[in-house]
């Protein structure tokens, strides 16, 4: 079992920043073999990804909409996610979820193959 935590959201008006921060916990698994990512759906929309990160390989996947703007990371023992807002758009607004996939072996950029997910974050950007 994975739990994840996320926090760091808010409100911020165009061209700001913001920085989330997912915590995860767990027992059984190794975090250098587990995929985390962060996913976001805004209202009447899909969930989509947004970043992903696979640290067994040192990979990572950005969706087009936020490259250049957005970057993941994690923490030292790899338990810990962070993503990076800089230049926030009004497109950007949609609740966030931290996901989390042990043993992924591979990159996964599709929300369906991550089982663990986060209770979501809020971010709101005003033009």
């Known amino acids: 079992q994975v739990q994840l935590v996320e926090s760091g959201g808010g409100s911020v008006q165009a061209g700001g920043s913001l920085r989330l921060a997912c915590a995860a916990s767990a027992s059984g698994y190794t975090a250098s073999e587990t995929c985390m990512g962060w996913f976001r759906q805004a209202p009447g929309k899909e969930r989509e990804g947004v970043a992903v990160?696979?640290?067994?390989?040192?990979?990572?996947y950005y969706a087009d909409s936020v490259k250049g703007r957005f970057t993941i990371s994690q923490g030292n023992a790899k338990r810990t996610l962070y993503l990076q807002m800089n230049g926030l758009k009004p497109e950007d607004t949609a609740m966030y979820y931290c996901?989390?996939?042990?043993?992924?072996?591979?990159?996964?950029?599709?929300?369906?193959?991550?089982?663990?997910w986060g209770q979501g974050t809020q971010v709101t950007v005003s033009s």
């Open positions: 996901a989390a996939q042990p043993y992924c072996y591979r990159l996964r950029k599709s929300s369906n193959e991550y089982t663990y």
């Open positions: 990160i696979y640290a067994g390989g040192d990979l990572t």
